[in-house]
């Protein structure tokens, strides 16, 4: 560290500082206790508390000021937002920085993805830190648009904005001895690495923690989290659009265990941005739940900034970063302004006070279909029973369901009485035309076809509907597109959302995507279809890292198994 004398002297009073934020109650999170007074800032960093001489005084008598909100995990690429636009999302709501997992573009675009929407965070008026992603593919059961082996984490590891290794899914190759797995590992060694480890425990958790792997945010059950903070980990405890555990896991969270916890979002859709809110929303519920303030704070702060071995950040204290949320109220959340690097960049009354945007780059394409027709789509029988994938309302994880199939001469068809209904992934990056099918419960798809490019981890093309016609008409809609969302009846789009950037990301304003998103769910509506967010639901129906019966480009997939299952009953 290199010592700043200008700044030594701003500390000790020697010079004005840049700012002085003047009679603020402010929160010490080391030891838990609002203080009032007076608070200098000095080229983005904080100089101490004291009634510095300034340049420019912020009269904060009556309000709180807290340390600026971390996520610690989340994917840009859930919001269908830009880094610019998120920014604008959730800057008002208090997050001052983000770690975010670039792994869904990575598995389109590889390397290139990750550098093209790092370069495009920097122009972000926020902070933006990336772990670098651990399983690309996530699986060798689907087929991804790209591979990272360790030598590609490894110069990217260089680049400033790393925080870390990204979630590591494949447990079975940490837990087994996987060479191109471990390797991973141990490049990141002295680095954060994330966790994903639904249901793991025992003495296959015990070697999954040995390895060095130190959070995880998929527990769904207390004991589950209770078990893994025992062993050392962290707890990302979980509040998304669709997988939320706050409410499960929130009794884990006492005096004693809070600096090993912290909320994150993982995924969450543009319209929860714009109506719930982000890390804001969660500091709600969790104190309407009873947590005490000062923890739940704690959790979006000091604890992620620890956690990462951000030592400039997560707190008011002096020589540290100067984000901070300034509030007029704790209990409910009302947030008065928000400053980052020292600079308040929004206000309650003002809006934001800088307003230019600099030109998006060109997106790296990322498309490449094989020839589908028809026939793909037609699904001979062979056998009396066959598995369905059951849908768990509110969760990202899926049941295994044996039914008697409805045919029609010597194919199986989709029967909407029993709400049963076709769904089919097709590669997407390799022009391999390869179509993996199956049959899913759960939509409520009474007509049409539903179809999307946001498929996990992969992100082929993903489409469920009744008719073979309108499966084939969502699917080429997709693919003119070059990737997006669409509704259709009767061979005609409906409704339909592009997302030019990796089949992913949109270029357009929060409020533009979220309108357009919430025209897809109402024709979604429209056909019958009885799930909150069935886009969402869709796009981790192609996850075979996430229990227990899931379709990719190669088929169907049993989870816990890792293999490939046939349709029909062996």
């Not at 007074?37 to 340049?55: E, K, L």
Request: hydrophobic fraction near 45%.
């Amino acid at each position: 560290m290199v010592i700043d004398r200008e700044f030594i002297d701003a500390c000790a009073g020697r010079r004005p500082v840049d700012l002085l934020l003047k009679g603020v109650k402010w929160l010490d999170v080391f030891t838990g206790i609002f203080r009032e007074g007076s608070w200098g800032v000095q080229g983005g960093r904080f100089t101490g508390p004291g009634d510095y001489r300034a340049r420019k005084v912020l009269d904060l008598r009556g309000l709180y000021l807290v340390p600026g909100f971390i996520d610690a995990h989340c994917h840009l690429e859930s919001t269908m937002l830009m880094p610019w636009e998120f920014a604008r999302a959730v800057i008002p709501r208090g997050t001052t920085l983000i770690v975010a997992d670039p792994h869904e573009i990575a598995n389109v675009l590889g390397v290139q993805g990750i550098l093209y929407l790092a370069k495009e965070a920097r122009k972000a008026p926020m902070r933006f830190f990336f772990t670098l992603p651990s399983c690309v593919p996530a699986s060798p059961l689907e087929t991804s648009g790209a591979r990272l082996e360790a030598e590609d984490l490894e110069l990217l590891a260089r680049e400033e904005w790393v925080a870390g290794l990204g979630e590591v899914m494949n447990f079975p190759g940490v837990v087994g001895g996987d060479p191109g797995v471990h390797r991973k590992l141990e490049s990141f060694s002295r680095r954060a690495i994330d966790g994903h480890a639904p249901g793991l425990r025992g003495l296959a958790l015990n070697a999954y923690v040995a390895s060095n792997i130190r959070s995880d945010h998929e527990c769904i059950a207390l004991d589950e989290a209770r078990e893994k903070l025992s062993l050392g980990m962290w707890i990302m405890i979980r509040e998304g659009s669709t997988a939320r555990n706050l409410e499960e896991l929130l009794p884990l969270v006492n005096e004693r265990t809070c600096p090993r916890c912290m909320f994150v979002t993982d995924d969450r859709t543009p319209e929860s941005l714009e109506k719930e809110g982000h890390l804001d929303s969660i500091l709600n519920r969790a104190m309407e739940l009873g947590l005490d303030p000062v923890l739940a704070f704690r959790m979006v702060t000091l604890n992620p900034a620890s956690y990462f071995g951000m030592t400039n950040l997560g707190a008011i204290a002096p020589g540290y970063l100067a984000d901070g949320v300034i509030l007029n109220s704790i209990r409910p959340l009302k947030i008065w302004g928000v400053l980052i690097r020292g600079e308040l960049v929004w206000s309650e009354k003002r809006g934001f006070l800088r307003r230019e945007k600099p030109p998006m780059a060109e997106p790296p394409s990322s498309f490449n279909v094989g020839n589908v027709g028809i026939e793909a789509l037609r699904i001979p029988a062979k056998g009396r029973r066959m598995r369905v994938i059951e849908v768990v309302p509110g969760q990202i994880i899926t049941r295994q369901t044996w039914v008697k199939p409805l045919l029609k001469g010597d194919h199986v068809v989709s029967d909407p009485s029993r709400d049963i209904l076709k769904i089919f992934v097709v590669e997407r990056h390799k022009g391999t035309g390869n179509v993996g099918a199956g049959f899913v419960r759960g939509f409520g798809l009474k007509e049409g076809a539903l179809a999307s490019s946001v498929a996990h981890d992969s992100h082929n093309v993903v489409v469920v509907g009744v008719e073979d016609k309108d499966i084939l008409a969502a699917l080429n809609e997709v693919i003119s597109m070059r990737g997006g969302l669409v509704v259709i009846k009767n061979g005609r789009v409906l409704e339909r959302l592009p997302l030019p950037v990796a089949g992913l990301i949109s270029p357009w304003p929060l409020e533009q995507v979220v309108r357009r998103h919430e025209k897809l769910l109402r024709a979604a509506r429209q056909l019958g279809c009885s799930l909150a967010d069935p886009f969402v639901v869709l796009s981790f129906l192609a996850l075979p890292v996430i229990p227990e019966l899931k379709v990719t480009d190669l088929g169907l997939v049993d989870v816990r198994g890792f293999r490939k299952v046939s349709l029909f009953k062996e």
